[in-house]
């Protein structure tokens, strides 16, 4: 009697659990805790009742897995979806900005302002050696800002073209990309190209690992970038580039990574470039007088140390260009320019109250490099400026931080009405990324 009684309460057991989905293993637990409480089962009997039970939950959550898995695949027959579909990235990502700014002797009040910034794109792996992307972006057609400002009695801005590119990869190492894409070249800090820049051409990228024991990887990147397009000519100005670099992982806790690029150009001299800060060198027509063919040197040590800073960075960068003394001060041809500092708190702000500070002085002379490439927040993006930057990132979140960044600059050589401009420029940026 007592062995059907249990073959009873096992079937009834497994229907509800089967059927109606028992809320929880601490009610069944409770009953099968009563019925041994009132003799009708042994704490044996009970043990085995869990043990099958539990059996039939696992077996029947496999069998539901492989119908949904059976009915997804019976769903999207005939639609013909290509295997690359499935492999779309969709990638993103959202600022949130307040600014402030203030030149002296400018003729012009302090200015503060909201800001935003969209940018979303899609990259699909057509093939195992093929890739291609496209993005839009807030902002207006200054190639060096997508940020939106909060303006014009809520008008609805337009979205504009970030990037259009393919990609081929025939080796593991080695990739090719060719349109307009994110910059290929490697900087330890935005200083010679704003981070908003998407050049118009063909690059190739090398990565390799020489020792993998000891972590030793080199990289290049061969570029060529289509500057402007003059209609009626067939002089265009154009930039060859070769950056060539290595990083070593001296130890689990200690990096260097180095690099050095050439930059030539053709056509650049002679010509004018719709939007440049208005610094460099020109001519009684406004077109440059130097070809800016330049040599640049960047470096980053990395240390990982035990303590409340868990990371430490030092970073360096120089550049010299090929430019002619046009400032009419003796000894001095305005050609050079460098930045220095440091960073330091958690490598990732992946997590809640994870921190980044960073802090450099940087110095770029008129003719150093073209003024149209420049970090357009410092100084206005201009060449013919030396100054502070602060950098505070605080995580709130996995993709989502809080940054404050500072920029203290002034003009190396003082304009022709000899006027000290002096700026401050602020932002407090809500960053999201998806």
Known sequence: MKNLMLCVLVLVMMF??????????????SLINKLVEKGILSETEAKELIGEIEKEQQKQEEEIKQVAKNTAVEETKGLNIPKWAEKIDFRGDFRLRYQYEDTDNDGNPSRSRGRYRLRAGVVADIHDQWQAGFGI?????NPRSTLQSFDNGFETPDLRLDYAFAKYKPHRFVSITGGK??????????????????PEGIAAQFTYK???GKGIEIFGTPAFFLLDELAPDTSDPVMWLLQAGAK??????????GAGSYYATDNVEGNSFKYSSGTNSTDASGNLVNPY?????????????????????IIGQYV?????????VAGSDDDEGWLAGFKLGHKKLDEFAKWQFGYNYRRLERDAWPDFLPHSSFYNGSTNAKGHELVFKFGIQKNINLTVDYFKAEQIRLDADNLDREQDWLAVDLNLKW
Not at 16 to 29: L, N, P, T, Y
Not at 293 to 312: K, S
Not at 320 to 328: K, L, R, Y
């Open 320 to 328: 010299t260009s090929d430019a002619d003394n046009q400032s009419g």
């Open 181 to 198: 894409f994110k910059n290929p070249i490697w900087q330890p800090t935005v200083f010679l190209w704003d981070s908003d820049i998407r």
């Open 210 to 212: 020489l020792d993998k």
């Open 137 to 141: 972006a807030s902002g207006g057609s």
């Open 248 to 257: 070593w992982n001296m130890t689990d806790d200690i990096y260097l990574k």
């Open 293 to 313: 063919n330049a040599i640049v040197g960047d470096l980053e040590v990395g240390f990982t140390v035990p303590g409340p800073v868990p990371f430490v960075g």
């Open 16 to 29: 509800a659990v089967g059927g109606a989905e028992i809320a929880g293993a601490s009610e069944m637990d």
